[in-house]
């Protein structure tokens, strides 16, 4: 635990959250300021590390069997069409999930139509450069 962390303030009670969910290494929380949909969650493993893959496989594992149980309550909850995921870890820097029920008209949607349009425009989509990408990330 970090003391100035606010995802570590949850864990020690000085941070007041709706949990959704929680299990002896990891707790869901909806988010009190969702960017893509009401009812999104952000899920948390309690042990403070900035990125999500520097968590050891166990971890990663406990992360994210509490992210599968948040979606389906998602799911359940909304009946959206898709449950989606983002782990950025930009805005806490602290290993978390955020999840939040989606639909083909929802706000994630046309943010990646824009990117795939980017992408077409400027040319980040040709085949040389698509082989040159995989090369460079099988071999990192």
Request: proline letters at 4%.
């Amino acid at each position: 635990m970090v003391s100035e962390c606010s995802f570590c303030k949850i864990f020690t009670g000085e941070v007041q959250t709706r949990k959704i969910y929680e299990d002896k290494n990891t707790v869901a929380i909806l988010d009190t300021t969702p960017r893509f949909a009401q009812g999104q969650c952000v899920v948390i493993h309690k042990k403070h590390v900035e990125q999500f893959y520097e968590l050891e496989d166990d971890e990663i594992a406990e992360l994210f069997k509490t992210v599968k149980v948040v979606a389906k309550k998602l799911k359940k909850a909304f009946d959206p069409q898709f449950v989606c995921l983002l782990a950025r870890g930009q805005s806490v820097p602290h290993a978390h999930v955020i999840v939040f029920p989606s639909s083909p008209l929802g706000v994630l949607e046309d943010f990646l139509k824009s990117l795939h349009k980017f992408h077409l425009l400027t040319g980040e989509s040709t085949d040389s450069k698509l082989d040159d990408t995989a090369k460079r990330i099988q071999e990192a």
